[in-house]
């Protein structure tokens, strides 16, 4: 893999985070959010629309969802396109904050818009409640994901599968492990799951299910922390991409966007982007010229408002597209 080009798409002093990718009819859509922070109530859903992936231009916006009661602003948040036959759906989450401004993160609501012509949205519609549905796919001519919650106090975030017959009523299949976000991917005899674990060493957990989907075993670790786990397929070859946490210390400055091939357990770096900070959160999609683009937020071009204190979800973040050569 070579980089080809990197376009800086969003400097405008928010913190841009969150990305998403996709081909529909024949143009590339991307969905990212904007705030102050990387959480506060601030949150607002941002779609832009591309004809060869280096010019954008912003078509829908969306803040403030009121869905769990009057008077609660909330962050939106980890959208993820699904791109169907005839419709894109947007998926996303919603958490909303008290009126003294804390965070309510069991209130969560998970939600779906759907455009059948890639400029007109429906309205959010609720489809679950305290999950977060971690980027839906289609198999099999239906719906999965896996999800996570969190367990009463003190217990961990747990991750769940989720099937869906229409991608709008779903329910648990049952548990795969301790864990946050989780990409999912279909195998010849049920799913495996790259579970982000929060646990130092916080390394990346490999389970996986039979076709029965219920009864999930650890297969591997890959020994580093990467979080925000995405997954590309490439000529049928597994491709992660995620933010990769260098050994302790910890430090922002040290953080990477990378991409690794998976082969079994293992993951094999090819690729490090200009990063670093508060980054990451992929988005992909292959192209009809045989590249791939890549989606992703950074801190790496930002110069620090307050270099003396190391919280970058405080500081202002950029968007990024990157045209990666394959071959």
Known sequence: ?????????????????????????????????????????????????????????????????????????????????????????????????????????????????????????????VISQGI??????????????????????????????????????????GRIAVGTETALVPTEEGFRAFVRTKPEPRHLEIWECGKDFSSWKKAGVIPKAIQAPHIQFIDGACYLIGRELEPLPRNSARRRTKIWKIEENAAIELLELPSCGDTSYAGTVLTPHGTMLVSYYSQHEITDPNPLVDNPNSKPADLFVASIALH
């Open 1 to 125: 893999m070579k980089i080809q080009w990197i376009e800086k798409i969003v400097a405008d002093g928010n913190h841009n985070a969150f990305t998403s990718l996709t081909l529909f009819r024949g143009r590339y859509y991307l969905v990212f959010r904007k705030g102050v922070k990387h959480s506060d109530d601030q949150g607002t859903q941002v779609v832009m629309i591309s004809e060869d992936g280096r010019q954008w231009n912003t078509i829908h916006e969306k803040r403030g969802l009121i869905k769990v009661g009057p008077g609660l602003a909330t962050d939106y948040r980890d959208s993820a396109f699904l791109a169907l036959a005839d419709e894109l759906r947007l998926y996303s989450f919603s958490t909303p904050f008290d009126s003294s401004g804390d965070p309510l993160p069991r209130e969560i609501e998970a939600t779906v818009q759907v455009s059948r012509d890639g400029s007109t949205w429906s309205e959010p519609e």
């Open 132 to 173: 977060v549905q971690w980027k839906p796919i289609f198999w099999k001519d239906q719906f999965w994901c896996a999800g996570y919650h969190r367990e009463p106090h003190p217990n961990p975030s747990v991750v769940e599968l989720y099937h869906s017959l229409d991608g709008l009523t779903w329910s648990s299949k």
